[in-house]
C-alpha cells in the first residue's frame, strides 16, 4: 500500500490530507499558518504523522502542494499572505523531508480547480471555477487543460469591475471589484449599508456570511436584498467571462458558496438574466468544499507520478 | 505544384486567396457579400479563376473557410450579417466544387487568431487577438491551442461593459459595451459628441476612423481627445480579459488598428496605467492586416490535410 499527501496552504490554516495512491482521502487535519518556519513546521506534523502510523517514507508516492500565491513553473512568485517572494517551495519541502520524494507545487485555487473538474471531465471540458470567500478568485480549465496563464495570474476573478454604485476601494487599489460585494467583508459591509434602510431580525454584533445567507432563507428582507446583490455583482462577472471564455459550466466555491440553493438560484436567476446567449451554461456547487485543495493537489502529484 | 484557397466571408465582401501548398500567397481578389446564392457565386468565381490560370481541381489541395458567424463542430449556427442558420457551409462549398475537395470551417475571427498567432508561436503560448471594425471580436490562443469555446462564442470583447459614460445601447441591447465606442460607428458618435466641445479642423461630412487617426497624429484636439478616450475602453476591456486569461501578448487588428502607432501608443498607454500587475505584457499591431482571414483560413486547411 502506497500513500500520496494533498496540502494546501492559505493565509489563515494549513490543511493537510492523506491519501491513497487512488486519491481517497484516508485522513485529514490543519494547522494554523505561522509565519516564520512554515515550512519546517509542515514537515515536522507529517514526520510526526507517519511516525504514529508506522507508515515508512518509502511508502509515500508523493506530495502535491498548492499555495495561496501566484505560481509559476514551480517556485511561489509571491504571496501576499504568507509574506514570500520567489520561494523554491519544492526544494524547501525536500531538503526537510528527502529529495526522494516526488513534489508538484501550484496555485490553491488551480489545486482546486482540478479537483472539481475531476468529477465532471467526462461531460464537459470547458469549465471555470469561482472560489468566494476571503477573497475572490479561481482557475479554468479550457479545452480541457487546466490554464496557468501568462504569469501564473489568471484567474483573478475578483478583480473584475462589477459595481458602479457602492464604489468601494479594493485592495488591489482600484473601485467596484468583484471581491467589494462579494466577500465575507463584501457581504458585511453590504448588510451594514442596509441596516437603517430595511427591515431586518439579523443580528449585527455576529453578523457572518452564514448568517445572512440563512436569514435569506427565512425570507428577511435585509438579508434577501444582500444575497440579491451579491448575486448579481457575481452574475456580472461570470457574464464577462462568458464573453471571453465561453465555459459549459460555472463552479461555484469557497466558504460563501456553502450558502447551497439559496445563493445558487439567486445566481442563476441573474446569470440568465444578464446573458446575452440563448445559453445552455451550467452553474454548480463546488462538489469538494473546503477540501478541493488537497483533494486537488492529491490529485496532481498521482497524474505527475503516474501511480508508479 | 499544388494549391490551397483561403477565403473569408465577411458581411459586406468575401475575400478569396489563392495559395501555394507553403501558404505562401499567390492572387487575391474579393467580391460583394450578396446574399442569396452566395455560396454558388464563391464557387463559380473559383471555377472562373482555375479555368482562366489551366489549373486542374486535382491540384487543389483544399479550401479553408472562414465565415463571420457563430461555428461549431463544421457547422454555422447562426450568422446575423449572412442570414444563415445552421448552414452546413462545408456540404454546400462541395456540392458545387465536388466532394473530394478537402475543406475545414471556422469562424472570421479564429482564422485570423490563427494566422497572426503563427508568427508569434515560437515566442508566446497565450495569445489574445481583438478585432476592430465595424463590430469588435476576436479570438484566443491559450496554451498554445485555439479556443472555440463551448458554443462557439468565445472572444465576444465587443460585449465587455466598458462604459458608464456615453451608456449607448449596442447591437445586442446592452448599454455600454465596448463596440458602443472602439467600432467605426462607435469612433463616429465620439468625435460628433465633441463637435461643439472641442477644437477641430475634422471634416465632418466625411467622418472616417482614418481621418480621425489621421487627425490625431496632427494634434487635433478633438480627435486627439477621442483617440485618448477610445484607447482607454480598449485598455479597460484589455485589463478584463487579462485578469481572466492572462496572456502574454495582445494583438490588435481590423480597420481600426490600421491607424498604427497613434492608436498603440495610446492604448500601451491606458493598459499599463490600468492594469495591477506588473506587466511585461506585449501589445502589438496585427501583422496580416485585412489578409488575416484568408491567410488563416489557408493555414487551418494546410494543417488540417498536413500539407499530403
Given at each position: 500500500m502506497r500513500y500520496l499527501f494533498g496540502i494546501d496552504i492559505g493565509g489563515t490554516s494549513v490543511k493537510i490530507g492523506f491519501f491513497s495512491e487512488?486519491?481517497?482521502?484516508?485522513?485529514?487535519?490543519?494547522?494554523?499558518?505561522?509565519?516564520?518556519?512554515?515550512?519546517?513546521?509542515?514537515?515536522?506534523?507529517?514526520?510526526?504523522?507517519?511516525?504514529?502510523?508506522?507508515?515508512?517514507?518509502?511508502?509515500?508516492?508523493?506530495?502535491?502542494?498548492?499555495?495561496?500565491?501566484?505560481?509559476?513553473?514551480?517556485?511561489?512568485?509571491?504571496?501576499?499572505?504568507?509574506?514570500?517572494?520567489?520561494?523554491?517551495?519544492?526544494?524547501?519541502?525536500?531538503?526537510?523531508?528527502?529529495?526522494?520524494?516526488?513534489?508538484?507545487?501550484?496555485?490553491?485555487?488551480?489545486?482546486?480547480?482540478?479537483?472539481?473538474?475531476?468529477?465532471?471531465?467526462?461531460?464537459?471540458?470547458?469549465?471555470?471555477?469561482?472560489?468566494?470567500?476571503?477573497?475572490?478568485?479561481?482557475?479554468?480549465?479550457?479545452?480541457?487543460?487546466?490554464?496557468?496563464?501568462?504569469?501564473?495570474?489568471?484567474?483573478?476573478?475578483?478583480?473584475?469591475?462589477?459595481?458602479?454604485?457602492?464604489?468601494?476601494?479594493?485592495?488591489?487599489?482600484k473601485i467596484g471589484c468583484l471581491e467589494t460585494i462579494v466577500s465575507i467583508r463584501g457581504l458585511k459591509r453590504l448588510a451594514l449599508h442596509y441596516q437603517k434602510i430595511l427591515p431586518t431580525k439579523l443580528s449585527f454584533d455576529r453578523l457572518t456570511p452564514k448568517s445572512i445567507f440563512d436569514a435569506a432563507r427565512k425570507k428577511d428582507v435585509l438579508a434577501a436584498r444582500v444575497v440579491t446583490e451579491a448575486a448579481d455583482a457575481l452574475a456580472t462577472a461570470m457574464v464577462m467571462i462568458s464573453d471571453i471564455v465561453d465555459p459549459e459550466v460555472f463552479v461555484l466555491g469557497g466558504g460563501i458558496s456553502q450558502a447551497g440553493s439559496v445563493l445558487l438560484k439567486a445566481v442563476k436567476d441573474a446569470y440568465f438574466r444578464k446573458t446575452s446567449k440563448n445559453s445552455n451554461t451550467e452553474i454548480l456547487l463546488s462538489v469538494f468544499k473546503n477540501k478541493a485543495g488537497i483533494y486537488g493537489a492529491a490529485q496532481q502529484l498521482q497524474k505527475k507520478t503516474g501511480g508508479k
Open positions: 487512488n486519491t481517497e482521502l484516508l485522513e485529514e487535519w490543519s494547522m494554523p499558518t505561522v509565519l516564520s518556519h512554515l515550512i519546517a513546521e509542515i514537515c515536522g506534523n507529517i514526520r510526526t504523522f507517519l511516525k504514529e502510523r508506522k507508515v515508512e517514507f518509502c511508502d509515500i508516492l508523493g506530495i502535491g502542494i498548492g499555495v495561496c500565491g501566484i505560481v509559476k513553473d514551480g517556485i511561489v512568485l509571491r504571496s501576499v499572505n504568507l509574506g514570500w517572494e520567489n520561494v523554491d517551495v519544492i526544494s524547501e519541502f525536500q531538503s526537510e523531508l528527502g529529495s526522494a520524494i516526488d513534489m508538484v507545487l501550484l496555485n490553491d485555487a488551480n489545486a482546486a480547480t482540478i479537483a472539481e473538474f475531476s468529477v465532471l471531465r467526462n461531460q464537459y471540458s470547458n469549465m471555470v471555477f469561482l472560489t468566494l470567500g476571503t477573497g475572490v478568485g479561481g482557475g479554468m480549465v479550457l479545452n480541457g487543460q487546466l490554464l496557468e496563464g501568462a504569469n501564473g495570474k489568471c484567474g483573478e476573478f475578483g478583480h473584475l469591475k462589477v459595481d458602479d454604485k457602492y464604489r468601494e476601494v479594493c485592495s488591489c487599489g
